[in-house]
């Protein structure tokens, strides 16, 4: 599209109410960047201003280096991003907690769809645990939620 700044305004308006309906705070949680795969520019060094003379932003790198990490606070809300699912007397979801605890029979709530579970067991190495915290990778068995 020749770095048209016609073509990144479409975008960023038709993506914009998509992530607004999936829970992000667009404003805030969200950065859009012209990049191109293909080859490369604006991933690693800004793109050049003859080729792209109306972005004066970061570049992806540039981008990504200045997210501010949240801290693995075991006392925070919990926070497991889900990296796997599968059905195993019911819901089986694997990530590792970046922060807060989880206990059997708490009750917690997925995202983006908000849907309300509640905690049946945890594991941790494949051995059976009651509580868990930041940093360990688990597979918590759900109720209240379809694969």
Same mark, same amino acid.
């Given at each position: 599209?020749?770095? *048209?700044?016609?073509?990144?305004?479409?975008?960023? *308006?038709?993506?914009?109410?998509?992530?607004?309906?999936?829970?992000?705070?667009?404003?805030?949680?969200?950065?859009?960047?012209?990049?191109?795969? !293909?080859?490369?520019?604006?991933?690693?060094?800004?793109?050049?201003?003859?080729?792209?003379?109306?972005?004066?932003?970061? +570049? !992806?790198?540039?981008?990504?280096?200045?997210?501010?990490?949240?801290?693995?606070?075991?006392?925070?809300?919990?926070?497991?991003?889900?990296?796997?699912?599968?059905?195993?007397?019911?819901?089986?979801?694997?990530?590792?907690?970046? *922060?807060? *605890?989880? +206990?059997?029979?708490?009750? !917690?709530?997925?995202?983006?769809?908000?849907?309300?579970?509640?905690?049946?067991?945890?594991? +941790?190495?494949?051995?059976?645990?009651?509580?868990?915290?930041?940093?360990?990778?688990?597979?918590?068995? !759900?109720?209240?939620?379809?694969?």
């Amino acid at each position: 599209v020749n770095w *048209s700044k016609e073509r990144y305004d479409e975008i960023e *308006s038709k993506m914009t109410p998509f992530l607004k309906s999936l829970g992000y705070n667009v404003k805030k949680d969200v950065t859009f960047l012209p990049i191109s795969g !293909l080859v490369g520019s604006n991933m690693k060094e800004r793109v050049d201003k003859n080729t792209c003379p109306w972005w004066n932003g970061p +570049c !992806l790198f540039e981008a990504l280096d200045a997210i501010e990490v949240p801290s693995r606070d075991p006392k925070g809300p919990f926070r497991l991003p889900i990296i796997d699912k599968f059905k195993d007397m019911g819901t089986v979801v694997m990530g590792k907690v970046e *922060s807060g *605890s989880v +206990c059997e029979g708490d009750n !917690l709530l997925v995202r983006p769809n908000k849907a309300q579970v509640k905690v049946f067991a945890i594991y +941790c190495n494949e051995n059976k645990i009651r509580r868990a915290g930041p940093g360990e990778n688990l597979r918590v068995r !759900l109720s209240g939620i379809e694969e």
